[in-house]
């Protein structure tokens, strides 16, 4: 077991493109760090870097206390489970499983000892003679999970690993990977580009976006202080809700005027130097309130979800959405009244995008 620590990695690809920028990033022994962001953010470079496949331009990296970035990668004690799973076809689920520990010329019988509590762990012990074809895919990722669960690396890297299974088995693998990590008690790296993962299964989630590190905190701190705009948006579904508005001051009292409405705000040391300039209002969906007083919008459009409706609104030109319970019937072209539940809303800076605290 061990943790990681990557000093000002840089990523630099033989055609000049700079995927990822002098990051820094601690990951602690036993700890499951999701790596998260857009498609093209930087984060299977990152981790392909991690595993040695692909080498590190600049920076330093550590696995456990050794400098790694001249080791080869079988050299790492990292296993590496992809979205493809890897398995060879023409080897049964225990060769497949077995493989890289024959390689290693450990003894039959430890191979055999391994593989079964492997595939005891991922409840697969019926299938060790299938051939990868005879198997579901939610099977084969298990068997590719099991390939690396019997190698007992001190580290797991994990590419998108649920990206090919149907909606259902995802949430269900989901669920599994979070047992399997506290059963084996070892540090996970896992990247993804889906937020309900990255909150789901991180003990901390690291946002990347253009080949830099954002954030890096527990999921619920980035969903309730998130440092931008970005990571505003990125985490939370459906997506938080961004209203321009004015901060003004009436009465001793602070106000986001957002075209001819108002909503009061509390008044904070923090908003002071925003008051008379443009911000953007945070908003999210389930913090948002219709009923009287706030800010008139407009229904576009209402899904029903079962319990929860949500409300897609319309402002002007802005569009909002609103998470209501289903209760209440609101009509296509109804004007409703907007407001923020327990002051819980965001400000961020017009310019830079960063939260203002
Ligand atoms: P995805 O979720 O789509 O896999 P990602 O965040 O994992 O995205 P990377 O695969 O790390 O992104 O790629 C980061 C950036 O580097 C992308 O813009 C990609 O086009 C670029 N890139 C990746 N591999 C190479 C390469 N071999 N040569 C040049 N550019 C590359």
Redesign the pocket.
């Known amino acids: 077991m061990a943790g990681l620590k990557l000093t000002k990695i840089n990523k630099t690809?033989?055609?000049g493109?700079k995927?990822v920028k002098d990051i820094d990033l601690e990951i602690v022994d036993k700890e499951f760090m999701v790596l998260v962001?857009p498609?093209?953010?930087?984060?299977?470079?990152?981790l392909r870097m991690i595993a040695g496949l692909e080498e590190i331009t600049k920076g330093d990296l550590e696995i456990g206390d050794k400098h790694v970035n001249d080791v080869a990668p079988k050299d790492r004690d990292i296993a590496m489970v992809f979205q493809n799973y890897a398995l060879y076809p023409h080897m049964s689920v225990f060769d497949n499983m077995g493989f890289a520990l024959k390689l290693r010329k450990m003894s039959k019988q430890d191979i055999k000892d391994r593989v079964q509590k492997a595939a005891e762990i991922l409840g697969i012990e019926s299938m060790l003679t299938r051939k990868p074809k005879e198997l579901s895919g939610g099977q084969r990722q298990r068997v590719a999970l099991g390939r690396a669960i019997v190698r007992q690396p001190q580290v797991f890297l994990m590419d998108?690993p649920l990206s090919n299974l149907d909606a259902k088995l995802r949430v269900q693998m989901r669920a599994e990977l979070i047992k399997l990590h506290r059963e084996l008690q070892t540090t996970f790296v896992y990247?993804t580009?889906d937020q309900t993962e990255a909150m789901t299964m991180g003990t901390r989630i690291c946002v990347?976006n253009d080949g830099l590190i954002l954030q890096v905190d527990k999921p619920s701190e980035i969903y309730n202080h998130p440092v931008n705009k970005f990571v505003a948006s990125f985490i939370g579904a459906p997506q938080m809700n961004f209203i321009p508005a004015v901060l003004i001051e009436e009465n001793g009292q602070t106000f986001a005027k957002c075209g001819d409405s108002k909503l009061l705000l509390k008044s904070e040391d923090r908003l002071k130097p925003y008051i008379g300039k443009s911000v953007d209002l945070g908003v999210r969906p389930e913090n948002c309130i219709i009923g009287e007083g706030g800010i008139k919008a407009v229904v576009e459009l209402r899904e029903l979800l079962g319990s929860e409706t949500f409300l897609y609104l319309k402002m002007g030109e802005i569009n909002l959405i609103a998470r209501v319970s289903s209760d209440v019937d609101y009509a296509i072209g109804d004007v409703v009244e907007l407001s923020i539940k327990n002051d819980f809303y965001h400000v961020f800076d017009k310019e830079t995008e960063m939260a203002v605290v």
């Open positions: 690809y033989p055609n493109f995927a962001g498609s093209g953010c930087g984060k299977t470079t990152t998108e990247v580009h990347m």
